[in-house]
């Protein structure tokens, strides 16, 4: 059974960087993709990030395109989102989870979900 956990979140002012850790233990993420989402409060959850297991293809919403950036160390057996230039409407907690593509119904893992908050 594989359990994930997600680290990095904080406050930071706009225009700050963060960098969002995922860790999977129990087993790891080969064969699986891995995505981020978020939610803000009165808000559904969305889709923010996604990296594939094959070729380690990325994609990302166009609300963070550019300035978000996913990445994956096998070794390490951890799922990273870098988060540049954040801006107040990236407040949310961000959850990463197992699966593939842009909607929450195909990821069938999550983690606990860490806080972020961005100041203006």
């Known amino acids: 059974q594989v359990q994930l956990v997600e680290s990095g979140g904080g406050l930071v002012q706009a225009g700050g960087s963060l960098r969002l850790s995922c860790a999977a233990s129990?087993?790891?993420?080969?064969?699986?993709?891995t995505g981020w989402f978020r939610q803000a409060p009165g808000k559904e959850r969305e889709f923010v990030a996604g990296?594939?297991?094959?070729?380690?293809?990325?994609s990302y919403s166009d609300s963070v395109k550019g300035r978000f950036t996913i990445s994956r160390d096998n070794a390490k057996n951890t799922v990273y989102l870098q988060m540049n230039n954040l801006k107040p409407v990236d407040t949310a907690v961000y959850y990463c989870?197992?699966?593939?593509?842009?909607?929450?119904?195909?990821?069938?893992?999550w983690g606990q979900g860490t806080q972020v908050t961005v100041s203006s």
């Open positions: 990296i594939m297991w094959i070729g380690a293809r990325t």
């Open positions: 129990g087993r790891t993420f080969s064969g699986y993709g």
């Open positions: 989870a197992r699966g593939g593509g842009t909607v929450a119904s195909r990821y069938d893992v």
